[in-house]
Structures are given as C-alpha cells and as structure tokens.
C-alpha cells in the first residue's frame, strides 16, 4: 500500500466545514483512497472511499486531485461529535486483507 | 443492520484464566477479521477468515490465542491462559469482498480487555 501523509491535528469551529488533507504522492494506478475515523474508545469507523471521481455521502465528500497524488476528506458541517482521529488509508482492494492505520489526523471540533 | 456484534464489552479477569471474546458479522459479509489495539502498538490485524476459513493467522501472537469461525455468523477469539500484556482492546470487523468488490471493513464497538 502507498505511503500516506497526514497533519497530525487540526481544529475546526463547530458548524463549519472540516477540511482533511491527506498526501498520497506514490499511489498507483488501482489504489483506492479510503478514509476511517475512530471516535474515542470506539471502534474504526468507515467514512468514504474513491479511486479517482470526487465522491460524497451521506457523511463527507472527498476529493481527489486530477494527479491523486493527494485528497481532501471534507466534513461540511462538523459537529462535537466528529471529534476523532481521522485516518487516510491508500490500498489496493483485494490485495491485502490487513487495514494499516498510520497516525492519523486528530481532529477537534470546538464550541 | 445492527452492524458488527461484539460481546463481552468488558472483560476484567485474573492472569491465567481462559478469556472468550465473541463477534457477529453483518449478514452477508463473506470476510471477519480479527483486530487488536494498544498505545503501543496502535492496530494489529491478528487473524483473518474468509467464508469461515482462516486465510491469515500471522498475526496472532502465540499458540495461547485461537479463532473459531464455526459459521457465517458467529466468530470467537480465545486466550488461554491469559496473561497481562494481552490487555487491550480487541476489535472484530466484517467486510464483503464479492467478485471484483471494493471491499470496506466495519469495525464493531470492541471488547476492552483488562487481564490482572
């Protein structure tokens, strides 16, 4: 899996939007970029996935740049409740079973 | 859905005794997998199964762990006997891999594991 770099916290005023950055700059050509959160004493939790569309869900959008060497998790509305780490993963599906989180961004939405 | 199923949430007991955790997938999920996490160690994949049969057993620390798929729905992770570096939190996920499927693991909520 590609190498994933990410800031290791960030802040955010509640009610705005959460923009993650996240540098994935040797991904290949069949890597996917997928993004998880986990929540203080929670388990993982899946956001949002894409290979190379901007994608958005019911939870976030994510954009991709034309070269995919790197993305953008956007929360566009955060709430305290999105305070968590946020992690950026780059994988082939299929290939390797194993998820592997690296640090992370810590995000922290204040009142 | 309900989502991945974990059980016990808590678990305290004595170093030596036999520990059960337990997880049920999400319906129509076709892979389970097995994590554990600590501060230091951060997210190890301990074992995974692919319908029912374990694919990859590296990660499982020593003969004193052991996972059971004995059907689609309902996998359990055992140690035995339990030592005090085992404390953690031990996390199932369930994913559907499918044919040519972008498969995405959930996570369930964990068993917090304290081992004395």
């Known amino acids: 899996d590609a190498k994933t770099t990410q800031p290791p916290s960030m802040d955010c005023a509640e009610g705005r939007a959460a923009n993650l950055p996240c540098n994935h700059s040797t991904i290949s050509g069949n890597e996917y970029v997928y993004w998880y959160r986990q929540i203080h004493s929670q388990g993982p939790q899946y956001i949002i996935h894409g290979l190379k569309n901007n994608e958005t869900n019911e939870m976030a959008s994510l954009i991709i740049t034309e070269d995919r060497k790197s993305s953008t998790l956007i929360l566009p509305h955060a709430t305290l409740r999105d305070t968590a780490v946020y992690y950026c993963?780059?994988?082939?599906?299929?290939?390797?079973?194993?998820?592997?989180f690296g640090s992370g961004t810590q995000l922290t939405v204040l009142p | 859905d309900a989502g991945v199923i974990q059980s016990p949430r808590h678990e305290v007991t004595e170093m030596g005794q036999e520990v059960t955790l337990r997880c049920k997938p999400i319906?129509?999920?076709?892979?389970l997998f097995w994590y554990r996490q600590t501060m230091m160690r951060g997210l190890e994949l301990l074992i995974y199964f692919n319908n029912n049969v374990p694919i990859d057993d590296s990660g499982m620390p020593e003969d004193r762990f052991s996972a059971k798929m004995p059907n689609a729905s309902f996998s359990t992770l055992k140690i035995q006997p339990s030592e005090p570096r085992d404390s953690a939190v031990y996390f199932c996920?369930?994913?559907?891999?499918?044919?040519?499927?972008?498969?995405?693991?959930?996570f369930g909520p964990g068993t917090r594991l304290l081992v004395l």
């Open positions: 996920a369930s994913s559907f891999g499918g044919r040519g499927g972008q498969e995405t693991q959930y």
């Open positions: 993963i780059v994988r082939v599906p299929g290939s390797a079973r194993q998820l592997t």
């Open positions: 319906s129509g999920h076709d892979y």
